[in-house]
């Protein structure tokens, strides 16, 4: 989404190259406004810091971390510059892979299989890369926020436990 701060020291070992699509190069450094760290760097660490004595660790603390940026310091991104991004998870990702996806983009209390980004899911779920979509980015109690409202087929109901979590220091 924002982008990765890849000098945080829980994601260093993981990190490896990735591509900035909002800006066009190869600097996906997460610039999230007012965050430290930002949105893709707190997604990041939830997923794989690692275990240094430091701050948290990651469910998936060997996992590789390959940041992608779409959105701007705001959280702000073009469709179109989204889909370019998730065509490169495809096309660089393999079978058994993950893609998280912390994007909000209105809401919808029906499946938003007319959204543009339906088709790429489907291509990237046909490669057997697991994509996680959030759900709630949007803040609705009584609707789900897309893209997390686009029918993916083996779709979990999971109830978080906390309201809160804590991000890698």
């Known amino acids: 989404d924002t982008g990765v701060d890849y000098n945080h020291k829980n994601l260093v070992p993981n990190m490896v190259p990735g591509y900035d699509f909002r800006d066009n190069d ?3 450094m997460d610039l999230t406004s ?12 939830i997923v794989a810091a ?5 701050g948290v660790v990651g469910v998936a603390p060997g ?18 510059v989204i889909i370019a991004g998730v065509d490169f998870v495809t096309a660089n990702a393999a079978d058994g892979d993950a893609v998280n996806m ?4 209105g809401t919808s209390t029906t499946p938003c299989d007319g959204s543009s980004l339906k088709p790429v899911i489907d291509t990237l779920r046909s490669a057997g890369i697991a ?25 979990k109901r999971w109830r978080a436990a906390s ?3 804590s991000a890698p220091t």
């Open 26 to 28: 190869a600097d996906p």
């Open 34 to 45: 007012g965050q430290n760290p930002g949105h893709g760097t707190h997604c990041a660490g």
């Open 50 to 54: 690692v275990d240094n004595s430091v």
């Open 63 to 80: 996992a590789a971390v390959v940041p992608v940026k779409v959105l701007d310091k705001r959280g702000s991104g073009a469709m179109s």
């Open 102 to 105: 912390s994007l909000g983009g």
């Open 131 to 155: 994509t996680v979509i959030s759900s709630g980015n949007d803040g609705a109690t009584n609707a789900i926020s897309s893209p997390g409202c686009i029918s993916a087929g083996r779709v």
């Open 163 to 165: 309201s809160r979590c």
